[in-house]
């Protein structure tokens, strides 16, 4: 593989390495939570991590759409911060479901954001490509700078 070509994808990749790594630790939550011996705790439990593992993968193949679409339509090094940030409220989510569901619900609603972030980052990478293609204008530099520091804004409440 080119060089060029992997240091356009590489903290893609690592992001992308990591939410698996992820999913390794929420399915081997919910088998531990299977294996347990106490029937009446263990059909609670298992039910809470059950229904947040499903709803994490419900959510994992738009998730991995739109970072790897955000990070080569746009820019490489938002989109994974925004990724890392997904992972780390992702967590939050899972965690929270194990104590009360209301619990997960600022987990659920920060990634819901994220999820928004990177979608209008793909939105705006393939209208400046199009701008580009049929306009002859090239705005990437200045949609790059305002994604940078649109990505911290992230970390708002």
Known sequence: MDAEVMDNIILLVLVTLLSVVQNVFFALKVEKECTGLNSKQH???FERL???NRNCMDTYPTFLAVLWCAGICLSQAPAAFAGILYLVVRQKYFVGYM???CQSTPGFLFGKRILFFLSLMCIVGIINHLMLTYGSSDYKE?????????????LLP
């Open 50 to 52: 059950s229904c947040a």
């Open 99 to 101: 104590g009360q569901t």
């Open 142 to 154: 200045y949609i790059q700078t305002i994604t940078k520091a649109a990505s911290t804004l992230l």
């Open 43 to 45: 059909s609670t439990a």
